[in-house]
């Protein structure tokens, strides 16, 4: 009886040291080890590829994040503020102070297929959309020149890039809404246009936060006497 319940006692106490290691090592050490490294090697990574400007966070590079109006008496959804470049169109958003801005509770793609009515129309209402935001006096944009990104979200629904050819599409109207020079918006563009990783992974494109950002400090610019 004794000797079975010494047996017992050491097989419990050798079960909470086993705990009390593994904790350790698992929930603390280990841990610790990662974030430091990752801290060392890549700390921009690992705190979220954060974006700042003037001194404070505005938000991931990795997450986009939509330029709207405020929001008016009545309106279901707020209308695009055209004087940025826009992103893609995205069914993950959520309402965040003025802005709305991509909610982080649903990330997903419409899963609808390419002959499914309802996309059809969501497609054909954003083209319609696009054509008529972005022609201005003098340049009308085709319906033909829409490219993809500009009707369709990413997979995530959370994409915060836009091809060359969209942000390029936003250039006439950018310039015009901010009294600028086309010239210069546009050089702009390709200023912050990122090309294939390693030269053939992916595709070209363009960080529309990034982007913001610096047309903001060129409208700054072009205000300052």
Same mark, same amino acid.
């Given at each position: 009886m004794n000797t079975s319940l010494g047996n017992s006692a050491r097989q419990l106490w050798a079960a909470l040291r086993a705990l009390l290691v593994l904790t350790l090592v698992c929930g603390v050490l280990y841990p610790l080890v990662v974030t430091g490294v990752a801290q060392g090697l890549m700390p921009g990574r690992a705190?979220?590829?954060?974006?700042?400007?003037?001194?404070?966070?505005?938000?991931?590079?990795?997450?986009?994040?939509?330029?709207? +109006?405020?929001?008016?008496?009545?309106?279901?959804?707020?209308?695009?503020?055209?004087?940025?470049?826009?992103?893609?169109?995205?069914?993950?958003?959520?309402?965040?102070?003025?802005?709305?801005?991509?909610? +982080?509770?649903?990330?997903?793609a419409t899963n609808r297929s390419g002959d499914n009515k309802e996309l059809i129309d969501w497609v054909t209402a954003a083209k319609a959309a696009v054509v008529e935001d972005n022609s201005v006096p003098g340049h009308p944009v085709d319906p033909s020149d829409v490219p993809a990104d500009a009707v369709t979200s990413s997979g995530s629904g959370l994409d915060p890039d836009i091809s060359p050819a969209y942000a390029r599409l936003q250039v006439q109207r950018v310039a015009l809404r901010n009294h600028l020079?086309?010239?210069?918006?546009?050089? +702009?563009?390709?200023?912050?246009?990122?090309?294939?990783?390693?030269?053939?992974?992916?595709?070209?494109?363009?960080?529309?936060?990034?982007l913001n950002i610096a047309l903001r400090q060129l409208v700054d610019d072009a205000r300052t006497p």
């Open positions: 705190n979220g590829s954060e974006i700042t400007a003037d001194g404070r966070t505005v938000g991931s590079e990795l997450i986009g994040q939509r330029y709207d +109006l405020p929001l008016k008496k009545g309106e279901d959804t707020a209308a695009p503020d055209l004087r940025w470049f826009q992103p893609r169109p995205s069914n993950g958003l959520g309402t965040n102070s003025v802005n709305t801005q991509y909610s +982080l509770i649903l990330s997903g020079d086309p010239a210069r918006v546009h050089q +702009l563009v390709e200023q912050h246009t990122d090309g294939r990783i390693l030269g053939f992974v992916g595709e070209p494109r363009v960080n529309v936060l990034r």
